[in-house]
């Protein structure tokens, strides 16, 4: 086996739309700089994923200097959105966390509410060292994340997503696969592990930068969805269901939480500490 390498970084700056890949990104300690710190909510302030609208999936949020963002999506005109001044925040929902977020201009709550023809507004986190705590069943005091699901990282293999293609073609639904990775959406994509060893590491290096792995990561409805159609299958959901079930959770990939900053870079070794 050779020795594990970063093989891509994925950071998505507006949470449930298409991000970029990076050849570097700087760790911060709530996760990749600019990673979800954009959130789309609905008229009860509750976050807006790709579960109720997969059509989010062919929409795309690219990074600008400062921490703006252009968004596009089809039969829209490109708009470029800058952070907003925190003059205000407003009480939003991130899953079970109460959070406090900025609104964007009223332009990009009525671009985003044109394209999913329902009541939409966009907010930015302006300050993720305080906003929101990483869940302390397995966060320690003073972690934050950004507005991702539950951590600040999400790391796959591509070792693991062979097998799991591996199973699928062997399923009730194989005319599905192989699916690509960016069913899964992570952060970092590691080359050159056994399938499925990122299951028993506690703690790794990525380069110069060191991270605590927290727990596996529980996928939902939005693994089915083809980032390139908005379209939805079975799969990869019914496969994890036989294969990767752990307690009631269908896993694939794992969480972490930076224990250093600094920036990583693909081709950086993946360093087993724990």
């Known amino acids: 086996m050779s020795h594990p390498v970063l093989s891509s970084i994925h950071v998505h700056p507006l949470k449930a739309v298409r991000g970029h890949a990076p050849r ?8 990749l700089a600019g990673d979800r710190r954009w959130v789309l909510v609905d008229s009860t302030n509750k976050i807006v994923t790709q579960r109720p609208h997969p059509r989010l999936a062919l929409a795309a949020a690219e990074l600008l200097p400062g921490g703006g963002v ?14 907003p001044e925190p003059v205000t925040t407003t009480t939003i929902e991130v899953w079970r966390d109460k959070v406090e977020a900025v609104p964007a201009a009223d332009a990009a709550h009525a671009w985003w509410s044109a394209y999913l023809d329902t009541d939409i507004r966009l907010m930015h986190l302006d300050d993720p060292a305080t906003r929101r705590p990483v869940d ?18 999400l790391l796959t293999a591509l070792s693991s997503l062979d097998a799991l293609n591996s199973l699928i073609a062997q399923g009730d639904h194989a005319d599905e696969g192989p699916l690509p990775m960016n069913r899964f959406r992570p952060n970092v994509v590691v080359s050159g592990t056994a399938p499925w060893a990122e299951d028993d590491w506690s703690r790794i290096a990525i380069g110069e930068v060191s991270f605590r792995i927290t727990k596996k990561s529980g996928r939902c409805v939005v693994t089915t969805t083809d980032q390139t159609t908005a379209e939805r299958g079975k799969e990869p959901l019914r496969t994890l269901a036989r ?4 307690g009631d959770q269908l896993c694939f990939g794992t969480n972490l939480v930076p224990e250093s900053t600094g920036t990583v870079r693909v081709g950086d070794p993946v360093t087993v500490l724990e």
């Open 243 to 246: 294969h990767r079930r752990f």
């Open 136 to 153: 302390p069943a397995y966060g320690k005091p003073g972690e934050t994340v950004s507005f991702a699901d539950g951590y600040p990282l």
């Open 24 to 31: 570097e990104a700087v760790v911060e300690p709530w996760g």
């Open 70 to 83: 252009r968004v596009s999506a089809p039969g829209r005109k490109p708009l470029t959105i800058e952070v």
